[in-house]
Nanobody, 120 residues
């Protein structure tokens, strides 16, 4: 089985920073990509940023404030969030596309999410 576990969420004041971490564990042969999504109350889940061996991508709305990075040796991905705003309040989810064996096609996996609350 594969698990994605996020950490680092919490309550932060507007203008502050938080760093989210996600570790993928279990039966993992290779990871194609990892990403961060978020879902605010009453809204659809939206992609924030992704990372592969070839580079990173960001949603237009997040460029400049959020930075995604990864540690492939540890199967980890991070999201540095700066200049936080109350509208950043959401549950943040880690997402990975990976293979559990060499024979398997890459499959998507989600973490359980971590709450980020930004107060004004």
């Amino acid at each position: 089985q594969v698990q994605l576990v996020e950490s680092g969420g919490g309550l932060e004041q507007a203008g502050g920073s938080l760093r989210l971490s996600c570790v993928a564990s279990g039966r993992i042969f290779s990871i194609n990509s990892m990403a961060w999504y978020r879902q605010a109350p009453g809204k659809q889940r939206e992609r924030i940023a992704g990372i592969t061996s070839g580079g990173t991508d960001y949603a237009d709305s997040q460029k400049g404030r959020f930075i995604i990075s990864g540690d492939t040796a540890k199967n980890m991905v991070y999201l540095q969030m700066n200049s936080l705003k109350p509208e950043d309040t959401a549950v943040y989810y880690c997402y990975a596309v990976l293979r559990t064996t060499i024979l398997q096609d890459p499959s998507p996996y989600w973490g359980q999410g971590t709450q980020v609350t930004v107060s004004s």
